[in-house]
Structures are given as structure tokens and as C-alpha cells.
């Protein structure tokens, strides 16, 4: 009887930190205002990219490079995010808009 006591205890645990892990990933949601306007900004830049690239506009080595870039914002995003319970704060936004900012002058050059 005190084995399957114990069993319970262990599966009873262990559904609490499944139940807490599935709470945490909702937690980590794109949907949040300035993450889906950061990452709307790098959809559209993405599709600046290959539209330019189609017109002759930028070569693929440099359309690979923005990609890079854009990448590394990306990255930086998420990064951003997990740290601030999926979300970015206003000051990661304005960061992230400069570095986008940067990389969209140099598409339209």
C-alpha cells in the first residue's frame, strides 16, 4: 500500500509540472502588441527583400545579408521576450525598431 501511495505522489507531481510547463507556454505568445508589431516589421522586410531581389534591385549576396541582419533582430527578439515572460518591453521595442530601422534604409538604397 505505501508503494502505490508513493506512486500517486510521484504522478501526482509530476502532473503539476506538466499543468505549470502548459501555462508557461501560453505564457510565450507572439501575440502580444509590440512583439506582433516587431514581427510584422521583419514580414514585411523579408518581403522588401525578395521583391527587390526580383526587380534586379539587390544582388543575393546582399539580400543575404539583410536575411542575416533581419535574423539577429529576430533572435534578439525572442531573447528579449523570454526574459519579460514573453513579452518585450517598451524600451526592447524601441531598441529592435532602430536596429529594423537601419536595415530598412540599406534595403532602399
Known sequence: MRKLTQKLAVIAALSV??????????????????????????????????????????????????????????KEERLMASQNGGHITRQDDRALNQQENHVSRQIGQ
Open 17 to 74: 509540472v506538466f499543468a505549470g510547463t502548459a501555462s508557461a507556454a501560453t505564457a510565450w505568445d507572439a501575440s502580444h502588441p509590440r512583439r506582433a508589431e516587431v514581427n510584422q516589421r521583419l514580414s514585411n522586410q523579408d518581403h522588401r527583400i525578395h521583391q527587390e531581389v526580383r526587380e534586379g534591385e539587390l544582388s543575393h549576396s546582399e539580400a543575404m545579408r539583410f536575411h542575416r541582419d533581419d535574423h539577429q533582430v529576430r
